[in-house]
Each structure stands twice: as structure tokens, then as C-alpha cells.
Nanobody
Framework: QVQLVESGGGLVQAGGSLRLSCAASGRTFSTYTMGWFRQAPGKEREVVATISWSGDNTYYRDSVKGRFTISRDNAKNTVYLQMNSLKPEDTAVYYC??????????WGQGTQVTVSS
């Protein structure tokens, strides 16, 4: 069983920054691909960024490229999402997820990110 707990969300003005953290349980953390997803009211959940088990391979959706950075510290069982130059359209509940082979089977409870204009 893997449990994920997000933290670091909050209210920030447009142009500001937030750093999200996701703490994971279990000794097998390093074998998982980790991802950050988000869901705004009335919209489908969408992938924000992912990172491979080694940390050497990352993916970002086009709208966050150059602004967000995903990273992981396997020794701490933690994945991060550094969000800079935030825009109102980034407002959503952000979820941390872990998975293998393209399937994310473990999810955190979510943390609210609100960006005011």
C-alpha cells in the first residue's frame, strides 16, 4: 500500500510562485513514475507534469513548460512541483499520483492552488 500526501497549496497572486510537495510511504517509491495532475471546477482532470523513477525523464504539458519544474528525492520519498509565473488559469486542485506502465494507481487527497488576477 502506497499513501501520498500533498502539501504547499494556497492562494497566490498572478506572477507569483508556489512549491508543492508530495510525501509517499513505502520503500518502493523509487520504482514508480510520479505525476502531478490538476482539476478545475467543471473541467476534466489533466496531467501537469510527470517524472520517471530515475528522475532523468520528465514531461510537461505545453501550458506549463518553462514555468513549472517537477523533481523528486527518492531518499526522502518525496516529489515536488515548483510553480513559477503562476496564472489564473492554473487555479485547480492539484493531485500527486504514483504508477507504473502508464497507469497511476495511487493518488493523494489533493491540494488547492488559487491564483488571483
Amino acid at each position: 500500500q502506497v499513501q501520498l500526501v500533498e502539501s504547499g497549496g494556497g492562494l497566490v497572486q498572478a506572477g507569483g510562485s508556489l512549491r508543492l510537495s508530495c510525501a509517499a510511504s513505502g520503500r518502493t517509491f523509487s520504482t514508480y513514475t510520479m505525476g502531478w495532475f490538476r482539476q478545475a471546477p467543471g473541467k476534466e482532470r489533466e496531467v501537469v507534469a510527470t517524472i520517471s523513477w530515475s528522475g532523468d525523464n520528465t514531461y510537461y504539458r505545453d501550458s506549463v513548460k518553462g514555468r513549472f519544474t517537477i523533481s523528486r528525492d527518492n531518499a526522502k520519498n518525496t516529489v515536488y512541483l515548483q510553480m513559477n509565473s503562476l496564472k489564473p488559469e492554473d487555479t485547480a486542485v492539484y493531485y500527486c499520483a504514483a504508477g507504473r506502465e502508464g497507469l497511476y494507481s495511487y493518488w493523494g487527497q489533493g491540494t488547492q492552488v488559487t491564483v488571483s488576477s
